[in-house]
């Protein structure tokens, strides 16, 4: 079962705000960052030449995040952004001390106490987007190395949940991006994998580990054995409002469906 945690929130990490590259319509904010010119353009290459870095772009999935890790004690943690949450403190994570249970092996067996938190989407509850075809109620997109102070790479993320039946978000694809022109075209074509309908939007990540598009290019990895990821960013379809935590609590109550 998931505990409360210690007290105080300073022992939190909490997941660090990721940036738009950039606004699409009124899709952003005034709360939201947004990438300058000089950050956004670290994603974009000349698909063309021979050493356009890959970018991995996965679907966004809307719901509330969650981080879990292992306390010093060996209890399992659970938090929401700055504070720690179970199963009595908010409807919408009812079933999270069940799940955490059923998953305890499998987290104990991949998180160091104290060291590493998973991060994923908590998507029991509907919030702007009723998605029908989930895995699990637990979708994880990053593993963060307390140690470090850095999150795993796509890759070495997915070989730690290989080990589990913890799900992953889905990867659409990876090539190299010349524009802004290049992620429109993909989030107005792109459908959800857990829903009849559109993506909520898309996470780009750029990692130690990330490939060249010229299978020739040869990537001189390091050897300490963990690869990070080096860049991220969002990009969020106009019609997926912003503010969306303070949005969704105020329609009724919808359970998203788990397919069976």
């Given at each position: 079962?998931?505990?409360?945690?210690?007290?105080?929130i300073d022992s939190i990490s909490k997941f660090p705000r990721t940036k738009h590259l950039f606004a699409v319509g009124k899709g952003v904010s005034r709360d939201d960052l947004?990438?300058?010119?000089?950050?956004?353009?670290?994603?974009?290459?000349?698909?063309?030449?021979?050493?356009?870095?890959?970018?991995?772009?996965?679907?966004?999935?809307?719901?509330?995040?969650?981080?879990?890790?292992?306390?010093?004690?060996?209890?399992?943690?659970?938090?929401?952004?700055?504070?720690?949450?179970?199963?009595?403190?908010?409807?919408?994570?009812?079933?999270?001390?069940?799940?955490?249970?059923?998953?305890?092996?499998?987290?104990?067996?991949?998180?160091?106490?104290?060291?590493?938190?998973?991060?994923?989407?908590?998507?029991?509850?509907?919030?702007?987007?009723?998605?029908?075809?989930?895995?699990?109620?637990?979708?994880?997109?990053?593993?963060?190395?307390?140690?470090?102070?850095?999150?795993?790479?796509?890759?070495?993320?997915?070989?730690?949940?290989?080990?589990?039946?913890?799900?992953?978000?889905?990867?659409?694809?990876?090539?190299?991006?010349?524009?802004?022109?290049?992620?429109?075209?993909?989030?107005?074509?792109?459908?959800?994998?857990?829903?009849?309908?559109?993506?909520?939007?898309?996470?780009?990540?750029?990692?130690?580990?990330?490939?060249?598009?010229?299978?020739?290019?040869?990537?001189?990895?390091?050897?300490?054995?963990?690869?990070?990821?080096?860049?991220?960013?969002?990009?969020?379809?106009?019609?997926?409002?912003?503010?969306?935590?303070?949005?969704?609590?105020?329609?009724?109550?919808?359970?998203?469906?788990?397919?069976?």
């Amino acid at each position: 079962m998931a505990s409360a945690g210690p007290s105080g929130i300073d022992s939190i990490s909490k997941f660090p705000r990721t940036k738009h590259l950039f606004a699409v319509g009124k899709g952003v904010s005034r709360d939201d960052l947004l990438m300058d010119k000089g950050e956004e353009n670290l994603f974009y290459t000349d698909p063309k030449t021979p050493d356009s870095r890959v970018v991995s772009i996965e679907e966004k999935i809307d719901g509330a995040n969650l981080g879990i890790s292992i306390a010093k004690d060996y209890r399992l943690l659970c938090q929401n952004r700055s504070h720690y949450v179970t199963s009595v403190t908010h409807k919408q994570f009812s079933p999270l001390d069940s799940w955490v249970q059923d998953h305890s092996a499998e987290l104990f067996e991949i998180l160091e106490p104290e060291r590493h938190i998973l991060f994923g989407e908590w998507v029991y509850a509907k919030h702007s987007i009723h998605y029908n075809q989930l895995p699990s109620y637990f979708i994880a997109f990053d593993l963060y190395d307390r140690k470090e102070r850095r999150f795993y790479s796509r890759r070495e993320r997915n070989k730690v949940l290989n080990q589990t039946t913890i799900p992953c978000v889905p990867l659409i694809q990876e090539q190299p991006l010349a524009n802004q022109k290049d992620i429109l075209n993909l989030l107005k074509a792109q459908q959800s994998q857990y829903y009849p309908g559109p993506i909520e939007g898309v996470y780009l990540r750029i990692d130690e580990d990330s490939p060249f598009s010229n299978p020739a290019k040869i990537l001189k990895l390091k050897d300490s054995g963990i690869h990070f990821n080096s860049l991220r960013g969002k990009v969020v379809r106009e019609e997926f409002l912003t503010g969306i935590e303070e949005q969704w609590t105020r329609q009724a109550f919808t359970k998203n469906v788990v397919r069976f």
